[in-house]
């Protein structure tokens, strides 16, 4: 099942960056522009912790974004130490673009699927990325063996 979800997602990310080819649009600085639209205005650590992105990593991005006007950081009036992200008019402007363009690749993409069979896998790719409770060390579950019966 990994090397097949590793494989899908290869491909996925392949029409990722097809799609915002031109745009020069990363598949990270969507996802810190994605997460600035739909959370509003946030905290780099809050940000990183939603993308799952270190710290460092974090700051390289919102640098890069800055630095075409895409975003703006500001004292966070909530918290003087910390600093506020924000998505400027061209950031906007920019991800509803990358945003339509990525909505063509998903359709290209997903081609193969029934519409049915394209929101079940929306609805499974919701819940495996959920934040799921920690496991504990050495008590992971062997990988899944379909039933001896089962078809291919």
Do not use: C, W
């Amino acid at each position: 099942m990994g090397f097949t979800l590793i494989n899908a997602a290869f491909r996925a990310m392949a029409h990722v960056h097809r799609a915002l080819q031109g745009l020069d649009l990363e598949p990270p600085h969507h996802a810190v522009l994605m997460a600035l639209d739909v959370g509003g205005p946030q905290s780099q650590k809050a940000i990183a912790e939603t993308l799952v992105i270190d710290r460092t990593t974090m700051v390289h991005l919102l640098d890069a974004l800055e630095g075409r006007g895409l975003v703006r950081r500001d004292r966070d009036p909530k918290d003087r130490r910390a600093h506020a992200v924000y998505l400027t008019e061209e950031g906007a402007t920019l991800l509803k673009e990358a945003n339509e363009r990525l909505q063509k690749a998903d359709a290209e993409y997903l081609l193969p699927l029934s519409p049915m069979e394209q929101r079940q896998l929306r609805s499974f790719l919701v819940r495996l990325t959920a934040d799921p409770p920690p496991v504990p060390a050495g008590k992971l579950d062997p990988p899944f063996q379909p039933p001896a019966d089962a078809e291919e």
